[in-house]
Structures are given as C-alpha cells and as structure tokens.
C-alpha cells in the first residue's frame, strides 16, 4: 500500500496518469515477494548466477529498516538505500486501544507508555528505525547502505485517496478475461507508416499487450469483417480461456501468437461492426467469471458497412437490455484512421460503461492500449 500510495501522489498530476498508475499496479502484482529476506536472497542469485552487468542493479521497493537489517548480517552484495528525489510515504507504526475490557485496556496503555520512553526508542534505533521526526541511527553511513539525512516527505495522503487507492487496486489485481476482437476489411490494408499497414500496426500492439498479460489471465481471439463464415460476420481463432492453458502442443499464449502472424485482411471485405460487438458481448456475458474483470477489446478503423445487418439503435437496444450491473462486461473500442465515427463507437461502449479511444498513427494506438485497460479503475461509475 505504501508503494502505492507513493505511485499514486507522483502521477496525480503527470499526463497519462491513469494508465501509468495501471502499468505499475500490473508490476507489483506480478512481482511482490512473501518477504523482504526472500527479495535479497533472489538478488544475491541473480548476482552470483551473472545476470546482471557491471552498471545495472536490481531495484526493490522495501523500508529502510530492511535495508539496515540486511546489511547488519554483512552480506558478499549489500544493499544501499535510494530515496525517491520526489519525495516518499512514511512508514508509521501507530498504537490505539481497541480492549473494552478493563483490565486489558489499562495493560494496553501501559504498552503505549512503554514504546515511547527513551529506553524503547535507543532499542528502536539500534534495530535501524528512525526517531519520530527522522532523526537517523548513529549507524547510518555509506558503510551500511543509507543516508542518514531524512528523506523528503510527501504530504500526508487525504483518507478519501487512500480508500481510492485500495479500490484501484482490488479492481487492477484481478485477473483479466478479455475477448480482443480485430478488424480485417479491406481498409485496414492502408499502409500507416513505410511497409506498414493499418492491420501490421494494430497485431503488432495487440502482441505487445499479449506480453504484458500475467499467465493467469484469460484471453480469446477473433477477427471480423463481412461474411467471414457463411454470413457471419466474425471468425473465431482462439477460444477465451487462461493462457498458460496446453491445447494440444502448445499453449494458448502461443497459439495467439500464432493467430497473430496468420491475420490476413479480407479483400474487399466490409466493417460488420454491429453484428460482432453484440457477438462478442453476448459471448462474454454467457461465460462470465466472476473472478476476473470480463472485458471485449474490439479494434476496428471504421464504421459498420453492413446493411444487412442491425441498426445502431437495434444493437444499443440489445446491449442496454443484456448489460448486467451483477454480470459486467466492459465493451471497450479501439478506433485507428481518420474513417472511424468515435461518436458511435462511443455510444456503443458506454452502454456497458467502457469508451473509445481513437489513434491516427501507430505511436497512438500503443498508447491507447494501456489507457483502455486502466478503464477498469473507475468502472462501473465511469
């Protein structure tokens, strides 16, 4: 929490905040250690297997008692403290009285008496905590890793961020389950950049993404167009389910993967948008996991040219009829070139309280991945 807090109070104001606050959230889920004692030992391996260069450490985020307490066993690689030049949370360990009881309400004040004598504080200090107000341990010194001098303190964080914050998290920790629906008419053969296409951009983001995706996650592929199957308007490559799941001889990561590389557009085909964001929608509903944040991630660079398909006041209708506030699933859309109406991509996605996002060049639409997934913090009131 406290890390989080700390990220939080940096990107408040930063541009992006919101999706970079969700790019840090991912980072610590994937890599909270059960303890400190744990995190160095890994370090020490990484360091005596040679993975590390001459100029490059491994970085940690731990209190700086841990620090002080893991150099006292004078290890072959200390460790050393970097204070954040920004600013940083303080650690606290407040005492309160909860006993109703007398006798022990009156045992646990004596407590409280006790840890703030001198005597407990010159005990505290020995153990590497600081005094209240940051005064540092006589031990403190390059020779043990940190700085005597108190580092700067950030302003204390409002309850109201707090609770925020914890939200955030309890929604950003849960597992991903996510249908990601492509685009593949004709359009998306416009090239976007020297030998790259509309389509070429958009797979090589979508497996950007794929690699920032824990294995506990869950993940299907389709593409669209028109008539891709008989008149169906969506082509299923790979079926929603955990990626590190075998299929065979591979696993599901892998053979999205390979989807990826095999993505073709249709020749002439048109945008059967309508038709498969109700699909997708209602696929998602009908296998909902309660578990996970269930999500459709739907790519497209235009508007739906299907007229034999449903209207968008049929497909709005469907949507806000099967939308589910106890079942959510989050329509979100990924629009890409100058043909998109983001106006109707809109008001599709906000039914289900997702949005769209809409890019011009291949720079943008990396970017607009990650703010589509950081969607999650503030769903379902966004």
Not at 147 to 168: E, G
Not at 251 to 275: C, M, N, P, W
């Amino acid at each position: 929490m406290g890390s989080l807090i700390l990220a939080g109070a940096l990107l408040a104001d930063a541009p992006g905040g919101e999706a970079s606050f969700t790019g840090v959230v991912r980072t610590i889920r994937e890599g909270v250690a059960p303890s400190v004692q744990a995190e160095f030992a890994e370090f020490a391996e990484f360091g005596a297997a040679g993975q590390g260069k001459p100029d490059r450490y491994p970085v940690a985020l731990a209190p700086e008692q841990a620090v002080y307490a893991y150099n006292a066993r004078r290890p072959a690689e200390p460790a050393v403290a970097v204070h954040p030049a920004e600013g940083t949370v303080y650690l606290d360990h407040p005492v309160t009285v909860l006993a109703e009881d007398r006798a022990k309400a009156r045992a646990a004040r004596l407590l409280g008496t006790a840890l703030v004598d001198k005597a407990t504080r010159d005990d505290l200090q020995r153990l590497g905590f600081r005094a209240p107000g940051g005064a540092a341990p006589a031990s403190f010194s390059p020779r043990t890793g940190l700085d005597p001098r108190p580092p700067r303190a950030l302003p204390d964080t409002p309850a109201a961020d707090v609770r925020r914050t914890m939200q955030s998290w309890a929604q950003l920790s849960l597992s991903i389950r996510m249908l990601s629906v492509i685009d593949v008419s004709g359009s998306m053969d416009e090239p976007v950049a020297p030998g790259v296409t509309r389509l070429q951009s958009t797979v090589r983001t979508a497996q950007g993404g794929l690699s920032l995706l824990p294995d506990d996650s869950e993940l299907g592929q389709w593409v669209f167009s028109t008539k891709l199957e008989g008149d169906r308007d969506w082509r299923e490559l790979v079926s929603v389910g955990p990626l590190n799941e075998r299929l065979g001889s591979a696993t599901r990561r892998q053979l999205v993967l390979s989807a990826f590389a095999r993505i073709q557009v249709k020749e002439h085909g048109d945008t059967g948008l309508y038709d498969t964001v109700m699909a997708a929608f209602d696929y998602m509903k009908r296998t909902y996991k309660p578990e996970y944040v269930n999500s459709v991630l739907l790519w497209t660079d235009g508007r739906n040219e299907d007229p034999r398909g449903p209207s968008l006041e049929e497909t709005l209708d469907h949507m806000r009829r099967e939308y589910d506030p106890e079942r959510p699933v989050q329509v979100n859309m990924l629009g890409y070139g100058s043909g998109v109406d983001v106006d109707e991509l809109r008001r599709i996605a906000e039914v289900t309280h997702g949005d769209a996002y809409v890019a011009e060049t291949p720079g943008q639409i990396q970017g607009i991945f990650l703010k589509a997934v950081s969607r999650r913090v503030c769903e379902p009131d966004c």
